[in-house]
């Protein structure tokens, strides 16, 4: 029985973090915003144990920050930032797609290419009608797969980390967008092409415009702005009448 509990527990505790994940990625929790296990705890009718194991986790990932004597709060990244996250995904990617060119589409490479152009054509679709939600559990689904073809788990969940940042530092600034098609990466399906021909210079060519489309947006965005709208959304959250969600 204890052992079975353990389980249960750690169940709960994933469970937890992944609909924390969500709703941080989702922009319904955005950057700045406190909150405690208890307010928690009560929000999902658990008990505080696996709320803050998994508050410890999504700490862990860089998704919170513990804010003293006031629990946990999501972690406010700056453009800065947000660069130098660009910066270390690009060098991960460019060595995960110079790997793969090298050893070419195997038979068996070819096949889970199948699944990650089904991923593609997925996020694109949502870049392109401007449904944010939806596009980033494709886009993060699409270069997990992708990165995944180089059979390196620390590769690949090192990537989906910088990924899974990257986004929390952008949702908040893409949901003020008038047009939030135009600030989206639409090419998933030519980089899967690419590296399916094992192109060198084609993927080389869209990886570059990828970081390049990621680093021209957040040249435009208004830091004032960004930090004004996460300090009255950080207030709102602070308020213990609204429980634990917006």
Same mark, same amino acid.
């Given at each position: 029985? =204890?052992?079975?509990?353990?389980?249960?527990?750690?169940?709960?505790?994933?469970?937890?973090?992944?609909?924390?994940?969500?709703?941080?990625?989702?922009?319904?929790?955005?950057? %700045?915003?406190?909150?405690?296990?208890?307010?928690?705890?009560?929000?999902?009718?658990?008990?505080?144990?696996?709320?803050?194991?998994?508050?410890?986790?999504?700490?862990?990932?860089?998704?919170?920050?513990?804010?003293?004597?006031?629990?946990?709060?999501?972690?406010?990244?700056?453009?800065?930032?947000?660069?130098?996250?660009?910066?270390?995904?690009?060098?991960?990617?460019?060595?995960?797609?110079?790997?793969?060119?090298?050893? %070419?589409?195997?038979?068996?490479?070819?096949?889970?290419?199948?699944?990650?152009?089904?991923? =593609?054509?997925?996020?694109?679709?949502?870049?392109?009608?401007?449904?944010?939600?939806?596009?980033?559990?494709?886009?993060?689904?699409?270069?997990?797969?992708?990165?995944?073809?180089?059979?390196? =788990?620390?590769?690949?969940?090192?990537?989906?980390?910088?990924?899974?940042?990257?986004?929390?530092?952008?949702?908040?600034?893409?949901?003020?967008?008038?047009?939030? %098609?135009?600030?989206?990466?639409?090419?998933?399906?030519?980089?899967?092409? =690419?590296?399916?021909?094992?192109?060198?210079?084609?993927?080389?060519?869209?990886?570059?415009?990828?970081?390049?489309?990621?680093?021209?947006?957040?040249?435009?965005?208004?830091?004032?702005?960004?930090?004004?709208?996460?300090?009255?959304?950080?207030?709102?959250?602070?308020?213990?009448?609204?429980?634990?969600?917006?």
């Amino acid at each position: 029985m =204890a052992g079975s509990g353990a389980v249960t527990r750690n169940t709960l505790r994933q469970q937890i973090a992944d609909a924390l994940r969500d709703e941080v990625l989702a922009g319904r929790l955005p950057p %700045g915003t406190e909150f405690t296990v208890k307010q928690i705890a009560e929000q999902y009718e658990v008990s505080a144990t696996p709320v803050r194991e998994a508050l410890v986790d999504l700490s862990a990932q860089g998704l919170l920050e513990s804010a003293t004597h006031r629990g946990f709060r999501v972690r406010v990244y700056t453009v800065d930032d947000f660069r130098g996250m660009v910066e270390a995904r690009s060098l991960v990617v460019d060595g995960i797609f110079r790997r793969l060119v090298e050893r %070419g589409t195997s038979a068996g490479v070819a096949e889970q290419l199948v699944s990650v152009r089904r991923r =593609a054509e997925e996020a694109e679709r949502a870049a392109r009608s401007g449904s944010l939600e939806v596009l980033i559990g494709y886009d993060l689904r699409f270069w997990r797969e992708l990165s995944g073809l180089v059979g390196n =788990a620390y590769i690949t969940e090192f990537l989906h980390s910088i990924r899974v940042r990257c986004w929390v530092f952008a949702v908040p600034h893409l949901q003020r967008e008038a047009h939030v %098609g135009s600030a989206l990466w639409d090419r998933h399906i030519e980089l899967v092409d =690419a590296v399916t021909r094992a192109d060198a210079d084609d993927v080389r060519r869209l990886v570059h415009s990828y970081n390049e489309h990621a680093l021209d947006w957040a040249s435009g965005l208004d830091p004032a702005a960004g930090a004004e709208a996460e300090g009255q959304n950080a207030a709102r959250w602070a308020d213990p009448r609204r429980g634990a969600r917006a």
